[in-house]
């Protein structure tokens, strides 16, 4: 099994970051020991495959993504050998964009779901698991997209079968402990406790994180839950100045930011003008993800996930180890 990154490769991955001019502010350092796990799955964007290194100490890469086109047919299907993964499995990651297009996939009165299901199983072939990740299922369609998992996973003979779930503390429209039954892994999506559209916000605080694996723990059997953690971050500005505007609009902003001159372009009015907004930024680096990944260890939780690889802090993963079995 993988061993943690060595100094030299940290360092190599570090210079790759910042180049020749490292950051000149300051992070806090771990301290301690690593945090253990059986597994480690990581999130791989084939786009950005290049970000992956198989020193990494990851048992599981999730490829991401097949999805589901607006005929629900199977597209952009990952291409499994294009990166070296070593001894690590592989994962077929498949999304589904859209509640409508989720609606019409998973709905059994609708032939696109069987096609969908059949699909699916043969672009499986090549990997060792399937992934699914299908984020937008309507509340009337709960039942469907257990049954929609519950086909899948009949015809998955053979391969690790996997769903992701978002975060949460009840049972909604992703009941945990029924969709365990027809999984080999349940990955729960804890992060975006904080979003674009909130107020600013760390992605995942470690006291929002432990109210949703307390529920977890409750509800998927421990060999089958992984806990998702966010390597990534958000920034926020304090006001935002695009936007569509009322003729009434328009002026109000121009008054209200001294705009002295309206200018003519192709017989339309244009005006500019200056602003300053205030940036706030949450982002995680090896101290915090090792800090929530020690709570988890501590609650007894037996494999780890991370979204994504190459959004992390290269440091993190000389604090993460795997058991050897």
């Given at each position: ?19 020749a001019?490292?950051?000149?502010y ?16 990581g999130?791989?964007?084939?786009s950005r ?13 999730c ?9 629900g ?6 291409d ?11 994962h ?8 409508a297009?989720?609606h ?14 059949n699909?699916?199983?043969?672009a499986?072939?090549?990997f ?15 039942s ?5 998992l ?18 949460r ?6 009941p ?17 406790e ?18 949703i ?15 998702g ?6 920034t926020?500005?304090s006001?935002?100045h ?7 609009g ?7 930011n ?15 003008y ?7 930024g949450?982002?995680?680096d ?40």
């Open positions: 099994m993988k061993k943690h990154l060595t100094i030299f490769t940290i360092i190599l991955l570090s210079f790759c970051l910042f180049g001019n490292p950051p000149k300051k992070l806090k350092t771990p301290t301690g020991n690593p945090a253990e796990f059986k597994e480690s799955w999130y791989v964007v084939m495959s290049n970000e992956y290194n198989k020193e990494m100490p990851v048992t599981d890469v490829y991401f993504s097949a999805d589901v086109n607006t005929y047919e199977l597209i952009d299907i990952p499994r050998n294009k990166i070296d993964i070593g001894d690590a499995r592989a077929m990651v498949v999304v589904c964009s859209g509640r297009l989720t019409f996939s998973i709905d059994p009165s609708y032939s696109i779901r069987k096609k969908l299901i699909d699916i199983v043969a499986a072939k090549p060792d698991g399937v992934n699914i990740d299908f984020e937008n299922v309507p509340e009337k369609d709960k469907h997209f257990i049954t929609f519950a086909d899948l996973r009949y015809k998955l003979k053979g391969k690790i079968f996997s769903v992701c779930v978002p975060a503390t009840s049972e909604g429209t992703y945990y402990k029924e969709i365990s039954k027809y999984c080999d892994r349940v990955f729960v999506m804890v992060y975006d904080h979003w674009s559209g909130s107020r600013p916000g760390p992605v995942a605080t470690p006291a929002w994180c432990k109210k694996c307390d529920y977890a723990v409750k509800t998927i059997p421990p060999e089958k839950l992984v806990m953690v966010p390597f990534y971050g958000r926020w500005q006001k935002s695009a936007g569509a505007w009322y003729f009434s328009a002026n109000r902003v121009m008054n209200e001294n705009v002295k001159e309206v200018t003519y372009e192709n017989d339309i009015p244009k005006f500019t200056s602003a300053t907004v205030d940036v706030t949450y982002f995680n090896a101290y915090s993800v090792l800090n929530i990944c020690r709570m988890y260890e501590e609650a007894k939780v037996q494999n780890i996930g991370f979204w994504r690889i190459g959004q992390e802090d290269p440091d993190f993963w000389q604090w993460l180890k795997i058991k050897q079995k």
